[in-house]
Every structure is written in C-alpha cells, then in structure tokens.
C-alpha cells in the first residue's frame, strides 16, 4: 500500500511538471483526486504500523500569550457527520486582540504524508486575522454559561470547558477532506510577528 501511494504522489507531480502550460485549477484537481482516494487508517494497518490515535500538543513557546493545557475528543475517528464530546482547557497571560494571523499546516496520510495545499481557503493556509472569521453576534450558549469569549479581543484569563457533547454537520466539507489520517498544526501570531499560540494534532476522520 505505501508502494501504491507513493508511485500516485509521484505521478501526480510528475504529470503537473510535464505539462507547465496546466492551469493551477487543472493541477488542484488532480491534487484532490490524489486525497480522494479510500485510505485504511492507520490503526488498521498490520505491524510495523504505529497504532494510530487522537493526540495533541500545545507547541507554543515559553513566552506565547495563550497555552492549552487540555484536550479530549471522543469518539475516535470522530464520525462525519455525527455526534462527540469535547473538553479543554487553557488560559491566555496577556490580551489577545486584532489583527491575529494564523498560519496552517495540514497534512494527509495517503500510505505517506501529504501536505495539503490551500484549496479554497482550506488546508495549509495562512489567514491575515482570523478576529474576521468569528461571528458578530452573541457567542453560543455552551461558551457563554462557561465564561469563554468568541470574539476579539480575548481577554487574560484561564478557561475551561467541561466534557461538552456536539454535533458535527458534514455541510459543504470538501469530499477530499473527510475520511482519513490528518496531522494538523495552527501557529497564531500577532500583527508584529509575535508568537501567540500554538497548537497541533493527530486527528482521524471517519465519512459515516
């Protein structure tokens, strides 16, 4: 399987580098058929394989303002769409506040890693202020009753969300996201450079 995969990743860059006149949208569809393709996840694979499970590292430096210092989802693979519970835990030392840039890496296993390009505003992107992206209105009740802000600034503090149950609505979630292994990292930074926070995951996602 990983031979198979990695003679795909290979023709896929091959192909997109024979044919320079291919525009950007004919070498992203052959990206997205490339993490279309039905994937084993990891833990179902035979030894030498790790097992593979949900995991998560605060990778923030010593001095970043925000910390997590929890968090748990289950079940795992989280099912799209479906239900999970989720609780965290974390807490900010110095106010966090426009513009907040964040810069992503996605990766996907198809028998190897593969970093996901930015395809319409999803997987390895870098966002100017993400304070633009979260809603204008009042926060949802579950971040309400636990004292935890949705909008910017946020303000120093420690916050914590008890195991919460959530339902997850596959919407318009691209086919080539779903059902896979993923390794994600989000590094927040503020408008001078400044390092904020940091967080990165091993996450499996199962198509229900």
């Given at each position: 399987m990983l031979k198979v995969c990695f003679l795909l990743v290979?023709?896929?860059a091959v192909t997109s580098a024979s044919r320079?006149?291919?525009s950007i949208e004919e070498t992203m569809d052959a990206f997205k058929s490339l993490l279309s393709l039905p994937q084993r996840f990891g833990r179902d694979e035979e030894a030498p394989?790790?097992?593979f499970e949900f995991k998560w590292d605060d990778c923030s430096g010593g001095s970043a303002a925000a910390h997590l210092e929890s968090l748990a989802i289950s079940p795992d693979?989280?099912?799209?769409p479906g239900n999970i519970t989720v609780s965290a835990s974390g807490f900010i030392k110095s106010s966090l506040?426009?513009?907040?840039?964040?810069?992503?890496e996605l990766y996907k296993k198809v028998g190897i890693w593969v970093k996901i390009p930015?395809?319409?505003q999803i997987g390895s992107c870098d966002y100017e202020d993400?304070?633009?992206f979260l809603p204008s209105g009042p926060c949802p009740?579950?971040?309400?009753?636990?004292?935890?802000?949705?909008?910017?600034p946020f303000a120093v503090g420690n916050y914590s969300l008890p195991t919460t149950p959530i339902s997850i609505e596959v919407g318009n979630l691209p086919s080539w996201l779903a059902n896979g292994d993923y390794h994600g990292k989000a590094a927040l930074t503020d408008g001078e450079g400044k390092s904020l926070a940091c967080v990165e995951a091993y996450v499996s996602l199962k198509t229900t």
């Amino acid at each position: 399987m990983l031979k198979v995969c990695f003679l795909l990743v290979l023709l896929v860059a091959v192909t997109s580098a024979s044919r320079p006149f291919a525009s950007i949208e004919e070498t992203m569809d052959a990206f997205k058929s490339l993490l279309s393709l039905p994937q084993r996840f990891g833990r179902d694979e035979e030894a030498p394989q790790a097992p593979f499970e949900f995991k998560w590292d605060d990778c923030s430096g010593g001095s970043a303002a925000a910390h997590l210092e929890s968090l748990a989802i289950s079940p795992d693979p989280i099912p799209l769409p479906g239900n999970i519970t989720v609780s965290a835990s974390g807490f900010i030392k110095s106010s966090l506040a426009s513009p907040i840039k964040a810069s992503v890496e996605l990766y996907k296993k198809v028998g190897i890693w593969v970093k996901i390009p930015c395809i319409d505003q999803i997987g390895s992107c870098d966002y100017e202020d993400v304070c633009s992206f979260l809603p204008s209105g009042p926060c949802p009740e579950i971040l309400t009753k636990n004292n935890i802000p949705c909008h910017c600034p946020f303000a120093v503090g420690n916050y914590s969300l008890p195991t919460t149950p959530i339902s997850i609505e596959v919407g318009n979630l691209p086919s080539w996201l779903a059902n896979g292994d993923y390794h994600g990292k989000a590094a927040l930074t503020d408008g001078e450079g400044k390092s904020l926070a940091c967080v990165e995951a091993y996450v499996s996602l199962k198509t229900t």
